[in-house]
């Protein structure tokens, strides 16, 4: 026994082995779609798939199908013959449209076909039943729409009168619909529906229509006004709103009673209402009847005729300042004289919160407050009251006495703007400018921020007072300003340059005074310029009408020419006449030199005197100089004798031809430092730090220098300037 299962399984498994060693390919796998793949309506359809597989042995191999529609795995099945597989599709629908495809598997391998499209055409045509065709306004009926055999996804549409009312998407072949109808009469209802396949759908024609017959409810709401004539104001009406002709019924029954958007009374038989009629509510009265979902409705227009209209209230004048007297008017236009008399009617005034007058005029005189204030007003007759629309009365305010004011400053000759302006007053207000209390012009101030302004132009400071101005705000006398007040800037004329002392006079040392006067008003602005100095040697703004420049110590570069600018308020530019200014030599100078170039003439005299005497006498010796054998001590003590008790080395080397050091030399550092020497000595000693003699400093301490260079030169040619 036991052998014969060990042979059985040997035989197995060597089978086994067999077929799994065996080696294939599967070459082909089509679908085909059988009779066509363009069918109609209930064809039956068979999808074939056929594989061709080549393999070493003679069985065939154990193979898997599958077929797919739009990727859906629809049916799958294993084989293990060769013969093609076939999945029937019978009496096809819309709903088997699509792109089918087969697959094949054997062992590890396999292989899909390409796929096929079926397409059917032909849709059932669609069955509407309803479960009642009469029915009541509240009734609710069933439609039921068929798709007969169709299969898939499917949407119902159902239509009444040809107007989609309601639709639904299902996965049966019908679809059910309730249907409440709320208008009496014949409706045709009709449905349709559609397959959906992947994104299409395809559309079924219409169906049989079926229409439903509406009739209406007997019962009905019944609306009654009494009195039924002509209504006036202040009666009294009954309204009443009933169901006629109730049946009974299970459900229940509601009454409404309204005016306009106002509910009046609810009932569920009967409503009855009783009100006093009143002109200014809307008229329309509304009954309504609600039973179930239906809602009935009679409607009513009531008119109620005015006993009298509304007052309206007015002001006489039209316009009134604070405290002053008016008369408000309240009056009813029209009244219906067939039922009230004018005596009747009596009016009030709401002034105050506290206060009241009556009267049967409707003319009340009062003052005006000094604010704003709301008046209504009230008419009253037969128990009806009518009140006004509110009048507010704005009490004007009258206008202060105007200030004038200059803006900026007034020029003589130039046009300048004055402003009228009042503090208090009600807007407009008209400015008008006087001049010697005759109108020139008129200006009319509307807003808040606008100004009366007026340019005039004076030619006399003292005009300015003619001027006045005048407010007005009513019909009375306006309100008169002060005379115009304030300074008028006279332009700037006449400018002179006055020098102190006489120009003729003007010499070293003086102390000069450039004295710039002007015609105007101060306060001015007075500059003093030297001709080829571009910056003013002084700026003084000062309230007098004359200022000075002052030079401390002249000195000969201080000559020039001068002049002088002033400026005012007027802003125009004046301009004195050019002033020279040529500083002289100070007398006791021109006497120094004077004196020094006697000496000179006279030393000049006594050497020649001196040398023709020697040549008389001697041999002349070529190599020996007259200037080297006379000692010089003997012209250095005639100088220094002269000048002063301090020994002057440089005019000793005066008379060198050739000086041993050309530094000390120069003829012009010794002049120079002459002249700072008599500056510091007692005739100049008063300042010490006199600028003029800071100057010359200066020149000394370059000199030296230059004078290195051209020592001769400078020797001869500055000698004979001082001498003339
Ligand atoms: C399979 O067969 C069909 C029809 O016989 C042919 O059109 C197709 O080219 C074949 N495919 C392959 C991969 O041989
Ligand atoms: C389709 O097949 C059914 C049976 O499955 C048969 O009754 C019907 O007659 C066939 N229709 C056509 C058109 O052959
Ligand atoms: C495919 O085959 C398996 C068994 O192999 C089965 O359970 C399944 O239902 C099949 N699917 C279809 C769509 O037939
Ligand atoms: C092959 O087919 C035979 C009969 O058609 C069946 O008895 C057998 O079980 C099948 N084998 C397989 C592996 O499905
Ligand atoms: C018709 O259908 C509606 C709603 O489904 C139902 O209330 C009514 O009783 C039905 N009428 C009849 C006669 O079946
Ligand atoms: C509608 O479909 C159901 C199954 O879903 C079927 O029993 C019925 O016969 C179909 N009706 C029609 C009219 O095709
Ligand atoms: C309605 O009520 C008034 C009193 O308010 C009465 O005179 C009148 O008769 C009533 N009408 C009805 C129909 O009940
Ligand atoms: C007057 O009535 C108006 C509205 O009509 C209101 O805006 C205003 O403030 C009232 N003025 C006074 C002073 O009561
Ligand atoms: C103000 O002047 C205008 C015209 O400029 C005139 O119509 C108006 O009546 C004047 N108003 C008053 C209060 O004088
Ligand atoms: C300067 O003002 C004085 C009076 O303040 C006046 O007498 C004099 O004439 C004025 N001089 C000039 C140049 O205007
Ligand atoms: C400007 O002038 C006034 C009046 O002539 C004089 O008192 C004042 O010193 C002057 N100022 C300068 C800076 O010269």
Redo the contacts with the bound molecule.
């Keep these: 026994m036991g052998l014969l299962l060990l042979l059985t399984y040997t035989l197995l498994s060597s089978w086994r082995m067999v077929d799994a060693q065996r080696s294939f390919t599967i070459r082909n796998i089509t679908l085909t779609i059988e009779p066509s793949t363009d069918v109609t309506r209930d064809t039956n359809v068979t999808l074939r798939c056929k594989a061709i597989i080549s393999s070493s042995g003679p069985e065939a191999l154990s193979r898997k199908y599958a077929i797919y529609k739009d990727s859906y795995l629809i049916y799958n099945k294993t084989s293990n013959t060769s013969q093609d597989l076939l999945y029937p599709l019978p009496e096809v629908r819309v709903s088997n449209i699509g792109e089918y495809k087969c697959k094949i598997t054997i062992k590890d391998k396999e292989m899909t076909s390409e796929a096929e499209k079926l397409t059917v055409k032909g849709l059932s045509k669609p069955l509407l039943t309803f479960n009642k065709t009469v029915v009541s306004e509240q009734e609710v009926v069933t439609a039921t729409c068929t798709a007969p055999g169709e299969t898939g996804h499917l949407y119902f549409f159902f239509y009444k009168d040809s107007k989609e009312i309601q639709n639904y998407q299902v996965n049966s072949n019908q679809s059910e619909a309730t249907f409440l109808f709320s208008s009496v009469g014949m409706h045709k209802i009709h449905c349709t529906y559609a397959v959906l396949v992947k994104t299409e759908s395809f559309k079924s024609g219409e169906s049989n229509s079926v229409s439903v017959s509406v009739k209406e409810l007997s019962i009905k709401p019944v609306l009654e006004i009494y009195p039924q004539s002509k209504i006036y104001e202040g009666e009294k009406l009954?309204i009443?709103c009933?169901i006629r002709e109730l049946q009974p019924s299970s459900e229940s029954i509601h009454l409404y009673l309204s005016q306009g958007t106002h509910l009046l009374s609810t009932g569920s038989i009967?409503v009855?209402h009783?009100m006093v009629a009143l002109a200014k509510d809307p008229g329309d009265f509304e009954c309504s009847l609600e039973i179930g979902n239906v809602i009935k409705v009679v409607t009513e227009k009531v008119s109620v005729t005015e006993l009298f209209s509304a007052p309206t209230l007015t002001m006489s004048p039209a316009e009134v300042f604070q405290k002053e007297y008016m008369t408000l008017t309240c009056k009813s236009e029209r009244f219906a004289t067939e039922r009230l008399n004018k005596e009747e009617l009596t009016y009030t005034l709401e002034q105050a919160t506290t206060s009241m007058t009556s009267s049967n005029t409707g003319v009340f005189p009062i003052k005006a407050l000094q604010y704003d204030f709301n008046y209504t007003c009230v008419a009253r007759a037969k128990g009806i009251m009518k009140r006004s629309e509110t009048l507010t009365v704005r009490p004007k305010v009258s206008v202060s006495t105007p200030k004038m004011s200059v803006v900026g400053r007034a020029v003589l000759g130039q046009p300048f703007r004055i402003i009228c302006q009042s503090d208090t007053g009600s807007l407009p207000i008209n400015y008008t400018l006087l001049r010697d209390y005759s109108p020139l012009s008129t200006t009319s101030v509307k807003q808040p921020n606008q100004q009366a302004i007026f340019t005039v132009t004076i030619n006399k400071p003292d005009e300015i007072s003619r001027y006045m101005c005048e407010a007005k705000n009513s019909n009375k006398e306006g309100s008169l300003s002060k005379r115009l007040n304030a300074a008028v800037i006279v332009p700037l004329s006449h400018p002179t340059l006055t020098v102190i002392p006489k120009l003729s006079e003007i010499s070293e040392g003086d102390d000069l005074y450039l004295i710039c006067g002007i015609n105007g008003t101060p306060p001015v602005t007075f500059k003093w310029y030297r001709v080829g100095n571009e910056q003013p040697l002084l700026t003084n703004t000062t309230n007098t009408n004359s200022t000075y420049y002052q030079i401390h110590k002249l000195s000969k570069e201080h000559s020039g020419i001068y002049y002088c600018e002033a400026v005012n308020h007027a802003n125009n530019l004046v301009r004195s006449e050019k002033v020279t200014i040529d500083v002289q030599l100070a007398l006791w100078k021109k006497a120094l030199i004077a004196g020094f170039c006697l000496l000179l003439v006279l030393v000049l005299v006594v050497v020649c005197v001196l040398y023709f005497r020697s040549k008389r006498v001697r041999v002349p010796r070529a190599a020996v100089s007259v200037w080297s054998e006379r000692p010089p001590e003997a012209v250095h003590d005639e100088l220094s004798s002269v000048v002063s008790s301090e020994p002057d080395v440089e005019y000793t080397e005066v008379v060198h031809p050739q000086p041993v050091d050309p530094a000390k030399v120069p003829l012009r550092k010794g002049t120079d430092t002459v002249y700072s020497e008599l500056k510091n000595s007692p005739h100049g000693a008063a300042d010490p730090h006199d600028y003029g003699s800071v100057e010359y400093t200066a020149l000394n301490g370059e000199q030296p220098e230059i004078n290195h260079y051209h020592p001769n030169i400078n020797s001869y040619q500055d000698l004979p300037v001082p001498v003339d």
Excluded: E
Aim: charge should be positive; proline fraction near 0%; aromatic fraction near 0%.
């Design positions: 009954n009443l009933i009967k009855n009783s």
